[in-house]
């Protein structure tokens, strides 16, 4: 909704959504994700959003304002003019100083910061697609032009897997760091664990999605997708984005509930291209599985990255990578099982000093 919502107010405008970044702080790097960034000649907007996961809204607010100040003193002066916040749920009393805390250091800064609560939201429902909403659910947002169900997405995504060999396929893998380490800090909130996983899935489901791929399965805190054709380099590249993005954003969220400080936070990623055999269970189970070297392969680099940053094959940098000088020599890996193989490495959202 916050994206469609984005383009309605700021049609001319350049909108990136899913930004991770990875800034010089203190002599090492600080990771930060952007949910919406819309580029104006007047000065950036940034719009971080929020949906409270536990029954404690206010700390969950609270963390959202937190992880919004740290954006602002970070972030080189001048990059952003304001920085919006929405929430679909009543602004909470208990959250009014954490806001002013967060105003005094944005106005130090030259950054307005503004929110958008659920009355807020509301009010620019009517506004901008003469839509009454009574709630934010599912149902509700479907009505909303440009989210309907049926609606034909700007590129169409691609179909199911089906059997067979397929050549030239981008093969992904990537995790969520620090997740065991998340978990343990988490120790009986089961219910943190739960809520913020399932965020995870689905985000990231979306983001495949939207990304043109196809995500083939979860696996605990990992992703496997797919992407086929000519585009399939910048599909991946960009989907990556907005995945690091994802995995940064819930990883300070996560690291506000907990007592623990856990590093590192992010993504790490592993991607590779090949033959790939996908192999059915059918007549009894329509579940697709894939076979091949560069499944095996993007698995074993992924292994072998830094948070936020993507290892890929040889093959695949040539095929789409090769005139891009952001990618260094990573390699060569001893992968186990596969042998030694030529390897690139890109970090993604390096900010320089």
Known sequence: MIARLLTALYSQAHITRGIA????HKGAFRSVSIDFQVGLAAGDIVVETTAPYTDAVADVINSALRRLKTIIELLTPGDIKTVILA?????????YGVLEETRRAAAAAGVTVKIWDADELLKLVREHFSTNLT?????????????????????APLGELEEGMRDDVVVLVADFCSYSRFVQASGA???????????????TRQAVKDGCGILD????DGILAYWFG???????????KRLMGIAVNLAD???????????PKGLRAGAAIGSVMFVSEQPLNPTIHAIGDAVNIAARLQAEAEPNSLVISNKLRKRFFGAEVDFEE????????????????????????
Not at 21 to 24: A, D, G, H, K, N
Not at 87 to 95: K, L, V, W
Not at 142 to 149: E, I, V, Y
């Open 21 to 24: 970044l990875r800034i010089p």
């Open 87 to 95: 929430t679909p749920t009543s602004f909470p009393h208990a959250s």
């Open 135 to 155: 709630s934010f659910s599912v149902d509700e947002l479907k009505s909303l032009p440009g989210l309907r169900a049926d609606a034909a997405p700007a590129v």
């Open 189 to 203: 909130d089961t219910s943190l664990v739960a809520s913020l996983m399932a965020r995870f899935y689905r985000e």
């Open 217 to 220: 399965q979860h696996m605990g």
């Open 230 to 240: 000519q585009d399939s380099g910048a599909q991946l590249e960009s989907c990556l």
């Open 253 to 263: 969220e996560w690291q506000e509930q907990v007592d623990y400080l856990v590093e």
């Open 330 to 353: 990573a390699g060569p890996f001893n992968l186990k099982n596969i042998g030694s193989v030529i390897a690139w490495r890109k970090s993604f959202g390096e900010k320089d000093a």
